[in-house]
């Protein structure tokens, strides 16, 4: 593993790192904010959206100020493998850069697209051994794609998140174009092993939701097609730990990122720090 | 003029522009950012450094909440005039993403490298049009290239701006590579011309400076060669509004801009509302 970059922000060091995932079989980039802070850290994951990698949310995201005043590592995975070696398609939204926080089962993508096992598993592991002194409570949160993944792992792991939290995610992929690509081609036909993916089949299964925040701005112009959140919201209806919040003006960029990280980051620390 | 994009932002929007530049002779877009205050708008302007365009500050800079929380419109225009039928270089820092914020009077550059003249003048008149209450105040503030063109334009136009700032300057042009192939090939042969564009020339020939601050990263890979501060703090030595501050840790990123902007956006609040 090769540290790659290192940016004093804020104190704390934006650190970027390169190595070779054997989960993935391909080179990888990761980027980890460490604060400066000498107290525990507890460790917070970004996943970013499609055609994201590890560099959009440590430039653009602006939450190196928060996590140092909290006092929180944050890291931020790739979106899918790399390489010329890699199963790719002609499509923005599915291949690299489009991987979906899941473990592919169907050729050309399963040899590679393990993203779910790699996060949860080996990426887990180096991440933690960075990191001076871990507190042991992680957190995960994520945009569009992204905020897919953060609630499906975070409740495929519950035992593990101390809260989950999303900037516009794909809430019922089974239902919207995006997700529907992404699983035919990475899970197959069947549809029944698509619910094991989707974050709202996944709640639905949930008898006590752990603590989760949902921002959606009300201009994003992929709300009304991919972002559905009508059954997400039945769903949550009896779960008093799920907050949805429609930000009204704000559409699907950064700058929509930008403006509520802070309100997530204390979010996330209250549950981390409880 | 055309509004190309907007998006809201910390209440406010993040606007960018298109419009023909009669003075550069050019197409040209530039980019606003209007917080959501009622009161009357200060204006401050964003100078970038080489090989940027009026995107990096605006996603990069992280200024969004304390121009929303101060109620300050900041404005970036990009770095030199643009397009096929502008005189260029194969070399990224002369040309077309480097134009210094000079007036230029060699050739090939003349025709369209009028920099200073396009933000003192049509830029101004277009800016101060979209903005809805305009306070009358501005300041100027820039990165690297742009810190120079801050410090230059600021103290041609002294009774205009009512404080400077600047990151990473580069406060002798006359001295350094960056300024002097510019200088050569934008002014010509003739150093003496070179003192009217040149920060600590100017500085030297003020009696009264204006308020400055100025914040460089002691890590920053530019320092010793093109970032040379000895004879501007010499000059600057009797000049009681003039700071200049070496920060420990920091490189010449935006990351060492968004930790340092709320200290510059707040200097230039104090004196815009003094």
Redesign the interface.
């Known amino acids: 593993m090769e540290l790659i970059k290192c940016?004093?922000?804020?104190?704390g060091e934006?650190r970027k790192y390169r190595h070779y995932s054997d989960t993935l079989k391909s080179e990888m980039t990761f980027s980890l904010y460490l604060p400066a802070s000498e107290e525990p850290l507890p460790l917070v994951w970004w996943l970013s959206g499609l055609t994201c990698n590890d560099d959009n949310f440590s430039?653009?995201g602006?939450f190196?100020?928060y996590a140092a005043e909290l006092g929180l590592a944050v890291v931020m995975p790739d979106t899918s493998p790399r390489g010329e070696s890699v199963a790719d398609s002609q499509d923005w939204d599915l291949g690299q850069g489009a991987g979906f926080y899941l473990d592919a089962t169907e050729e050309p993508w399963r040899e590679n697209y393990q993203m779910a096992s790699y996060i949860l598993g080996e990426l887990s592991q180096i991440v933690k051994s960075l990191i001076p002194d871990f507190s042991g409570k992680e957190a995960v949160m994520g945009h569009s794609m992204g905020g897919h993944g953060a609630l499906v792992l975070g409740l495929k792991a519950e035992e593990r998140f101390s809260s989950i939290s999303a900037f516009a995610p794909i809430l019922t992929p089974s239902d919207v174009p995006w997700g529907q690509k992404a699983f035919r081609h990475y899970l197959g036909q069947d549809e029944k092993k698509w619910q094991e993916w989707d974050a709202t089949a996944l709640l639905s299964q949930t008898e006590k939701a752990p603590a989760i925040l949902v921002s959606q701005?009300d201009?994003d112009e992929f709300l009304t097609e991919q972002l559905v959140s009508t059954k997400f919201l039945t769903v949550s209806e009896n779960q008093p730990e799920v907050r949805y919040e429609l930000q009204s003006?704000?559409?699907h960029?950064?700058?929509?990122i930008?403006?509520f990280i802070e309100e997530h980051l204390k979010f996330h620390y209250q549950h981390l720090t409880n």
């Not at 940016?7 to 104190?11: A, G, L, R, S, Y």
């Open positions: 940016n004093k922000v804020f104190d934006q430039q653009k602006g190196q100020k701005g201009q003006g704000y559409d960029s950064y700058y929509f930008a403006t």
